[in-house]
């Protein structure tokens, strides 16, 4: 597929109308921005026209600029179809959104700073010091309002097995996973984390649901998991309830620079 393809996609008016419905005025930007990525990429540009479009559609329904630099969401090629990626970040972001959290992160862990390893009590881990030596895991924590904490720990050894099993482009040379290792291990632990302890809201349980798959059409109701088949925790009726609640806020799309 060409750039002047997508473009002439981009330019249907049936397109442009759902992403200013989802964006506003931050919409001619988003689709810049998307063009810009798939001109650089070779395989996205191979790409079906019609799955990148959907794709980014899904990162502006949760409202994530398509910018590799940002580390919020991607667009990811898988054989001749895109597929919808949110990033470490993008979760972050999507946590603070529901007004559930305190403090969300996600950090590489060196040798010097696992202190102990208790899978019933928790990990120790000590941050005074300056870390030295290799990485030995990734790590990821949050606390809520009501002062519930919860932290969570794996190897990388369990990440690298934890890609290789869910994603069937791990260590592929083009891949998210080799390309940036660092960012998609601390998603791994993000997302395991909030999927398993955190309260989701409607758009966090959306980008978890989403992650990894193909976006069969604009409003993101139809998905199939090409890559990542067992990627199927949450059903349909989340993304009708997430539909519903999108349609009965009253959105404020105005231009937010430090979003897009």
């Known amino acids: 597929m060409s750039n002047v393809t997508l473009k002439s996609y981009l330019e249907k008016p049936e397109v442009q109308s759902k992403f200013?419905?989802?964006?506003?005025?931050?919409?001619?930007?988003f689709t810049t921005s998307l063009m810009q990525v798939v001109?650089?990429?070779?395989?996205?540009?191979?790409?079906?026209?019609?799955?990148?479009?959907?794709?980014?559609?899904?990162?502006?329904?949760?409202?994530l600029p398509i910018n590799d630099n940002l580390g919020l969401a991607y667009i990811v090629p898988y054989k001749d179809k895109a597929q919808f990626q949110i990033g470490y970040k993008g979760l972050i972001q999507l946590a603070i959104r529901s007004g559930e959290f305190q403090t969300i992160s996600a950090t590489e862990i060196y040798e010097n700073q696992l202190k102990s390893c208790d899978p019933l009590k928790g990990y120790?881990?000590?941050?005074s010091a300056p870390p030295k030596g290799k990485i030995v895991g990734y790590a990821s924590y949050f606390l809520l309002h009501n002062l519930f904490e919860k932290t969570?720990?794996?190897?990388?050894?369990?990440?690298?097995?934890h890609g290789k099993k869910y994603s069937q482009t791990f260590g592929k040379s083009w891949s998210?996973?080799?390309?940036?290792?660092?960012?998609?291990?601390?998603?791994?632990?993000?997302k395991l984390l909030v999927d398993k302890y955190a309260p989701k809201s409607l758009e966090m349980q959306k980008a978890i649901t989403s992650d990894q798959a193909i976006v069969e059409d604009m409003n993101?109701?139809?998905?199939?998991?090409?890559?990542?088949?067992?990627?199927?925790?949450?059903?349909?009726?989340?993304?009708?309830?997430?539909?519903e609640t999108k349609e009965s806020e009253n959105i404020d799309f105005e231009d937010d620079d430090s979003v897009m």
């Open 220 to 243: 993101g109701e139809k998905l199939t998991y090409a890559d990542n088949p067992e990627n199927i925790d949450t059903t349909a009726e989340v993304m009708e309830d997430f539909k």
């Open 176 to 190: 998210t996973w080799t390309k940036d290792f660092d960012g998609m291990a601390k998603k791994t632990v993000l």
């Open 39 to 63: 001109s650089g990429n070779d395989k996205l540009k191979a790409c079906n026209p019609n799955s990148i479009i959907n794709a980014a559609a899904m990162a502006a329904v949760l409202d």
């Open 20 to 29: 200013e419905e989802l964006l506003g005025r931050k919409s001619t930007n």
């Open 124 to 127: 120790v881990f000590d941050f």
């Open 152 to 161: 969570f720990f794996m190897t990388v050894e369990q990440v690298k097995a």
